[in-house]
């Protein structure tokens, strides 16, 4: 358990429903990030947040994914109008601050689930 | 485009054997490099963290090298046992992409008993 949680674990949603995971990071932790992860590939950057301000954003992050972290602490992502190919995996990671300093090591929650069908 | 590339996807050894997993990137300006496990359905676990400065770090049987100028890592398990088993991930924080890991795809490991 590296102290990052995900919530729900699993999610199984018809497709054109919008789905939302939570995140709790690490609790000192100011960076927050959120990856998606296909079957057989690598996680691949979504976006991140420094405290409640979201810094970066991915082109994979389409008009219909929105994530915030309202108080800088727990963040969620949403998806409205699930498709088919949203199911993957949502990986959520956490660092004290930037990863560029030595010691500031990202950590990743288990994961969540989405299967669109 | 920064890339991350890892060759094999897959990889079948019988139990002693060491494995040797491949990692390698284009931007050679890395922050750091990172190895994970991923276990089937499971999020991903760090092994070793390698700061560009660094060429090795080593952990009980597991030890990564890192070598920027050729855009290579490899990661050494020693001794594998059917518990090695999972895929292994390696990530890079490259300059040029900003505060976000670069992941290669993966190599798959199986270890027989």
């Known amino acids: 358990d590296t102290g990052v949680s995900q919530d729900p674990r699993h999610k199984i949603t018809k497709r054109g429903q919008n789905v939302t995971f939570r995140c709790d990071p690490i609790?000192?932790?100011?960076?927050l990030y959120w990856y998606r992860q296909t079957l057989g590939q690598g996680p691949e950057f979504l976006t991140y947040?420094?405290?409640?301000?979201?810094?970066?954003k991915s082109r994979l992050l389409s008009d219909r994914f929105s994530a915030e972290r309202p108080k800088g602490s727990f963040s969620t992502l949403e998806i409205q109008r699930t498709e088919q190919g949203d199911s993957a995996m949502y990986l959520c990671?956490?660092?004290?601050?930037?990863?560029?300093?030595?010691?500031?090591?990202?950590?990743f929650g288990e994961g969540s689930w989405l299967t669109v069908v | 485009k920064q890339e991350v590339t890892q060759i094999p996807a897959a990889l079948s050894v019988p139990e002693g054997e060491n494995l040797v997993l491949n990692c390698s990137f284009t931007?050679?300006?890395?922050?750091?490099l990172q190895w994970f496990r991923q276990d089937p359905g499971k999020g991903l676990t760090s092994l070793l963290l390698?700061?560009?400065?660094?060429r090795e770090q080593t952990s009980g049987r597991l030890n990564a090298s890192l070598d920027k100028s050729s855009g290579r890592s490899t990661l050494y398990i020693a001794a594998s046992q059917p518990g090695d088993s999972a895929t292994y991930l390696c990530?890079?924080?490259?300059?040029?992409?900003?505060?976000?890991?670069?992941f290669g795809g993966g190599t798959r490991v199986l270890v027989k008993p």
């Open positions: 990671a956490s660092s004290l601050a930037t990863p560029r300093v030595p010691g500031n090591t990202i950590y």
């Open positions: 609790s000192e932790h100011n960076r």
């Open positions: 947040f420094q405290n409640e301000a979201q810094l970066e």
């Open positions: 931007d050679s300006a890395i922050y750091n």
């Open positions: 390698i700061q560009s400065s660094q």
């Open positions: 990530a890079a924080l490259i300059k040029a992409a900003g505060n976000k890991l670069t």
